[in-house]
């Protein structure tokens, strides 16, 4: 009687998961199209500033990287959407914006080598709130985003995975394989990085950042 008790108590516990970071997945064709035309000269520009490089490493283990486009008014209808789904992520999260604006603080498109070897170590970014990417040319061929547990005390104590290849609350890291027209949206904090690409077809992506700033900064 007393085991089947214990069993009773075991089964009726509730659980509840805090403090997680949440990534949010749309993908958005109607963008696609105009952004990718709007993209080549950007590339086409980064390339003419990295010929130098190019001819050096043979178009090896290159990330071609745009300057802000932000204000590329190519790029409006994206960069409006952005802002849109930007401030919903926050909100979602129970934070109180009535006091803040939204500021992209930058906005690039980024091409890896023809020749493969592209590739972007872990790392995040450093006072803003909101990241994100918009992929336009990948494939199941292509480099593909890694996000890592943002938790420093979590990752001092990990144990061994009973299975790593599935999806639970302990992994340390998952992978996403996008296809083009697909939006991804994370808090600025959690870590990332993108997988070496092998140069077997095109792998193009848009990135920003935006922070939340108070208002009577931002009007002064």
């Given at each position: 009687?007393?085991?089947?008790?214990?069993?009773?108590?075991?089964?009726?516990?509730?659980?509840?998961?805090?403090?997680?970071?949440?990534?949010?997945?749309?993908?958005?064709?109607?963008?696609?199209?105009?952004?990718?035309?709007?993209?080549?000269?950007?590339?086409?520009?980064?390339?003419?500033?990295?010929?130098?490089?190019?001819?050096?490493?043979?178009?090896?283990?290159?990330?071609?990287?745009?300057?802000?486009?932000?204000?590329?008014?190519?790029?409006?209808?994206?960069?409006?959407?952005?802002?849109?789904?930007?401030?919903?992520?926050?909100?979602?999260?129970?934070?109180?914006?009535?006091?803040?604006?939204?500021?992209?603080?930058?906005?690039?498109?980024?091409?890896?080598?023809?020749?493969?070897?592209?590739?972007?170590?872990?790392?995040?970014?450093?006072?803003?709130?909101?990241?994100?990417?918009?992929?336009?040319?990948?494939?199941?061929?292509?480099?593909?985003?890694?996000?890592?547990?943002?938790?420093p005390a979590a990752s001092m104590t990990k144990l061994p995975l009973k299975n790593p290849e599935e999806i639970n609350?302990?992994?340390?890291?998952?992978?996403?394989?996008?296809?083009?027209?697909?939006?991804?949206?994370?808090?600025?904090?959690?870590?990332?990085?993108?997988?070496?690409?092998?140069?077997?077809?095109?792998?193009?992506?848009?990135?920003?950042n935006a922070q939340f700033v108070i208002n009577n900064l931002i009007n002064k």
């Amino acid at each position: 009687m007393e085991q089947e008790n214990n069993n009773q108590e075991v089964n009726n516990i509730q659980e509840a998961v805090y403090f997680g970071s949440p990534l949010w997945m749309d993908y958005r064709p109607e963008f696609l199209n105009s952004s990718i035309t709007a993209s080549e000269k950007h590339i086409k520009e980064a390339k003419k500033r990295d010929k130098e490089l190019i001819k050096k490493t043979n178009d090896f283990g290159i990330s071609y990287h745009s300057g802000n486009i932000y204000n590329d008014p190519e790029f409006k209808n994206l960069t409006d959407y952005i802002k849109l789904r930007s401030w919903e992520f926050m909100e979602s999260q129970g934070f109180d914006l009535t006091n803040y604006g939204l500021v992209v603080n930058e906005m690039w498109v980024q091409e890896f080598s023809k020749n493969g070897g592209g590739h972007h170590d872990t790392h995040i970014h450093q006072n803003n709130h909101v990241s994100g990417f918009y992929f336009l040319k990948c494939s199941n061929e292509t480099s593909y985003p890694i996000f890592h547990d943002p938790r420093p005390a979590a990752s001092m104590t990990k144990l061994p995975l009973k299975n790593p290849e599935e999806i639970n609350l302990g992994m340390e890291s998952i992978r996403f394989v996008p296809t083009p027209g697909t939006i991804m949206i994370f808090n600025s904090y959690v870590p990332h990085q993108f997988a070496v690409d092998h140069g077997k077809d095109t792998f193009r992506f848009i990135h920003w950042n935006a922070q939340f700033v108070i208002n009577n900064l931002i009007n002064k």
